[in-house]
T-cell receptor
């Protein structure tokens, strides 16, 4: 099993550009989530999904969209990138909401 | 006041020392996770606890639900244990609350 995969590993954007961070898992997990990690702060939940077709907002959803058309994939879209979105983004999955979470390797995003 | 407090924030130890990292939280929880983040950035789940104690190799995690406190112990520490250790209580909704982490450095 590949576990949780994320692409790209690194990305540099200009202010106003849009892009999609990809996340996929091959463990048939229902629960998937996106977090951002900033220096001096804990991981913060952006959006989560409890199954295909079901998504909801987390703690810091503004400026991000998600969709879950399949159990495996959970892409995160930045609509119009801003310097405040410079961060490291982690995707995670688990069988259910409070089970062990498996994390992807992260995407380091810089917005100029 | 933060919902999750970890202590210490930074810790330097000599190889072989016994290490304790503490986590206090203020919300009711269904489970608590301990995570390890290596210098390269990857995050790995170490334990999930809802009561008592769990052991895996040289790592031991305990939780006291009444006191809203958990500890992570590392016995016979080794330089490869150098990482950031993150406490993450789960409130029973779809939300984890993450501590800011304890940065551990073990010197050879």
């Amino acid at each position: 099993n590949a576990g949780v995969t994320q692409t790209p590993k690194f990305q540099v954007l200009k202010t106003g550009q849009s892009m999609t961070l990809q996340c996929a898992q091959d463990m048939n997990h229902e629960y998937m989530s996106w977090y951002r990690q900033d220096p001096g702060m804990g991981l913060r939940l952006i959006h989560y999904s409890v199954g295909a077709g079901i998504t909801d907002q987390g703690e810091v959803p503004n400026g991000y969209n998600v969709s879950r058309s399949t159990t495996e994939d959970f892409p995160l879209r930045l609509l119009s990138a801003a310097p405040s979105q410079t961060s490291v983004y982690f995707c995670a999955s688990s069988y259910w909401r409070d089970n062990e979470q498996f994390f992807g390797p992260g995407t380091r995003l810089t917005v100029l | 006041k933060n919902e999750v407090e970890q202590s210490p924030q930074n810790l330097t130890a000599q190889e072989g020392e016994f290490i304790t990292i503490n986590c206090s939280y203020s919300v009711g929880i269904s489970a608590l996770h301990w995570l390890q983040q290596h210098p390269g950035g990857g995050i790995v789940s170490l334990f999930m606890l809802s009561s008592g104690k769990k052991k895996h190799g040289r790592l031991i995690a305990t939780i006291n639900i009444q006191e809203k406190h958990s500890s992570l112990h590392i016995t016979a520490s080794h330089p490869r244990d150098s990482a950031v250790y993150i406490c993450a209580p789960h409130s029973g909704t779809y939300k984890y609350i993450f501590g800011t982490g304890t940065r551990l450095k073990v010197l050879a």
